[in-house]
């Protein structure tokens, strides 16, 4: 008899692994669970220190997948009007399918706050809030496609294989709270690429997104399996502790088993999100005034959960606006793009309303848009092109100088032509934020040092507060 094999009625360490994570695994430690290459003490996780003082302690990423026009909501061109079914030069940039000539908004705008900018009547609550925002009017990026242009908005490269930003957020600040996942992704079905876009490729597997379906809103269907019913709370907890003894002597001899580390990691999170996360992802536990101040609808929720999410020390959470690419408007552009509108409006006004009166916002950056903007050329006589020449996103709160625009594109709102801010820019200007130099934020990897910004990316100071 092998005294090394599990004798009947025993169970060994993998199985108990296995048992264990039936009922808690698969919400926030099944990810864990998967092969790393290296995996940083767990301790560092929770005790990171940034380069510098920071200005913003979490990211809250309102993502409009599918690429919003600017031209609709925050970049008005006149010009478009003049030029109207024309195609002058300027107005011919390749983008991924043929356009027609020049299309004008048919949406007005108005001058808001003490600022003074320029917000379209499609959002009328969140123009209120213009002094909090800084609009970035010369976003350009790499490539109007979908895949390659979510890539690189989320991950800093068109390459599958790389952290995305949030990861490398987490990897760099640890977290504030170890009974929740550090980097939250809602999305209430599946964008293109889906996991790719919040995935920690390879950093350690602990730093990659936890995706949560928020088409329900009821916790126990957001994070199904979280409990296992059949252990009680104490009885898994003398499991864990045994586990960790266990796993303790098997990696007295296996000094670099970093999958075991990671399992047990996993486990420790998973149990201690049980009496946590049920009570952090239950809106009902919000009053009747403050749901209805954010409306209804996935997005809503999705920004009401975003608050109680930093709230509680997630360091960084996105919040997809639907299943697929709701933006990606090739046709019927006008009549689309006022729906999707209403959707964002109340609930953005709402969430920087609430993390104000919270004393929140001055730590929390906020950062809108999609992976690239549209043309102002016509797709098929009604709809409008990607365009990654030209476009808008803003930022509010956590350092960022409100009631401000930053950088211009022309005059038919193509191309970016003063002070452009590429998307390694933006992520440069994201971790400087956050207290971190995005030149020294690195990871050895595959014989070379990669970081989120790879060898690019500029800090725009210019619209850093004083």
């Known amino acids: 008899m092998n005294p090394l094999q599990p004798q009947d009625g025993w169970i060994d360490r993998r199985q108990m692994l296995q048992r264990l994570s039936g009922g808690i695994g698969a919400v926030s430690a099944a990810h864990l669970l998967a092969n790393s290459s290296s995996l ?3 301790a560092e996780l929770h005790n990171a220190t940034p380069h510098f003082p920071a200005r913003a302690k979490r990211v809250i990423h309102l993502f409009m997948n599918g690429g919003p026009y600017q031209g609709d909501l ?27 000539g020049l299309l004008p908004s048919p949406f007005k705008f108005r001058r808001h706050g003490e600022s003074g900018l320029q917000v379209s009547e499609l959002l009328p609550q969140l123009s209120r809030h213009i002094d909090d925002i800084c609009v970035l009017n010369s976003m350009h990026a790499d490539n109007p496609n979908h895949g390659p242009a979510l890539l690189q908005m989320n991950n800093g490269t068109i390459v599958p294989t790389r952290p995305s930003m949030g990861a490398w957020m987490l990897y760099g600040l ?11 992704v809602l999305c209430p079905g599946r964008p293109v690429r889906f996991s790719i876009l919040w995935n920690s490729a390879f950093l350690p597997s602990q730093f990659q997104g936890t995706y949560i379906n928020h088409s329900t809103i009821e916790p126990e269907k957001m994070l199904p399996h979280l409990t296992n019913p059949q252990p009680d709370n104490g009885k898994q907890r003398e499991l864990l502790d045994l586990l960790r003894q266990v796993n303790a002597n098997h990696a007295e001899a296996h000094q670099h088993d970093s999958e075991l580390l990671a399992r047990s990691a996993a486990m420790e999170t998973a149990y201690r999100m049980q009496f ?18 954010y409306g209804t609808g996935h997005f809503a929720n999705g920004c009401l959960l975003a608050r109680r999410m930093v709230e509680r020390g997630v360091r960084f959470v996105q919040v997809y606006y639907g299943n697929g690419q709701p933006w990606d408007t090739h046709s019927g552009h006008n009549e689309t793009v006022p729906k999707l509108c209403r959707a964002i409006d109340q609930p953005i006004a709402a969430l920087l309303e609430d993390l104000k009166q919270r004393g929140m916002l001055e730590e929390t950056l906020i950062v809108w848009g999609g992976e690239f903007g549209r043309t102002p050329t016509s797709e ?17 709160g956590g350092g960022v100088q409100g009631g401000m625009t930053y950088g211009e594109t022309d005059e038919f709102g193509f191309k970016a032509v003063v002070d452009k801010m590429h998307v390694h820019d933006l992520h440069a200007t994201m971790l400087h934020l956050l207290g971190i130099d995005h030149e020294r934020l690195t990871y050895r990897h595959a014989g070379r040092d990669f970081r989120l910004t790879d060898v690019h990316g500029r800090v725009v100071h210019e619209i850093v507060s004083g």
Do not use: C, I
Request: glycine share 10%; no cysteine.
């Open 40 to 42: 940083v003490n767990a």
């Open 74 to 100: 925050f970049d008005p061109k006149p010009a478009l009007a003049k030029y109207a079914g024309t195609k002058p030069s300027g107005a011919d940039l390749l983008t991924e399918r043929p356009t027609g």
């Open 174 to 184: 640890g977290s504030e709270n170890q009974n929740l996942p550090g980097y939250v």
């Open 276 to 293: 946590e996360a049920s009570e952090a992802f239950d809106l009902e536990r919000e009053t009747h005034q403050t749901r209805t101040s």
């Open 380 to 396: 098929s006589g009604n709809g409008r092109d990607h365009n990654h020449h030209g476009f808008t996103m803003w930022m509010a």
